[in-house]
């Protein structure tokens, strides 16, 4: 079992950037794949990025590709995702996701199995 709790999200303004962290509880999170959504108002929930347990590989979204960053300390338990020239679009509340997630589907939400409850990003234009 693992929990998942993230934290770093806040108002931004255009062009800011934030680091989101994903802190996990339960020794097995450093063998799970991690990934991001988010979710807007009125959306569906969105991949964002996503890693391998050993965060030597990493997937965007295409609307992120260049901009976020994801990685991950396993010594520490804690996931992050660096996001740089944010825009208003950006805005969402963004999850952490943990679980045994086949590559080919990475960007897949209901391949995760744990869940953290959400930080809201709020990007002003």
Not at 9 to 36: N, P
Not at 74 to 97: F, I, R, W
Request: charged share 20%; net charge positive; with cysteine.
């Amino acid at each position: 079992q693992v929990q998942l709790v993230e934290s770093g999200g806040g108002l931004v303004q255009a062009g800011g950037s934030l680091r989101l962290s994903c802190a996990a509880s339960g020794r097995t999170f450093s063998t799970y794949a991690m990934g991001w959504f988010r979710q807007a108002p009125g959306k569906e929930r969105e991949f964002v990025a996503a890693t391998r347990w050993s965060g030597g590989n990493a997937y965007y979204a295409d609307s992120v590709k260049g901009r976020f960053t994801i990685s991950r300390d396993n010594a520490k338990n804690t996931g992050y995702l660096q996001m740089n020239s944010l825009k208003p679009e950006d805005t969402a509340v963004y999850y952490c996701a943990a679980g045994r997630v086949p590559t080919s589907r990475s960007n897949e939400s209901n391949e995760y199995s744990y869940w953290g409850q959400g930080t809201q990003v709020t990007v002003s234009s």
